[in-house]
């Protein structure tokens, strides 16, 4: 084999590698972004969570609070309550039936 031949053939060699070194530079980049992008997409699905199910606990406080402030109102003024769901069934039957 010529001397030529061999340098060039040593030089294609240095070549793959150098080329072979980036590729595994970037794959390494690229899963090194796919792993923080995954934990930050698992951050935000747990605050996601935790924000829901607070909203949740908070929703169900406030409409228990609702009805215990109903069931109050009608435990004190029976009467009142009778006339007003009287009211409300009427106009509600009366939009029903046009």
């Not at 060699?13 to 698992?42: D, G, P």
């Not at 699905?45 to 009608?74: D, H, I, N, P, Y």
């Amino acid at each position: 084999m010529p001397l030529g031949d061999k340098e060039s053939g040593g030089f294609g060699f240095s070549q793959a590698t150098e080329a072979v070194e980036k590729l595994r530079s970037v794959v390494e980049q690229a899963s090194q972004s796919i792993r923080e992008l995954t934990q930050a997409s698992e951050q935000w699905a747990q605050t996601a969570q935790e924000r829901a199910t607070e909203m949740a606990k908070e929703l169900r406080a406030q409409s228990e609070r609702a009805v215990g402030t109903v069931t109050e109102q009608v435990e004190h003024n029976p009467l009142t309550s009778l006339a007003i769901a009287f009211a409300v069934g009427f106009l509600v039957a009366s939009v029903t039936r046009r």
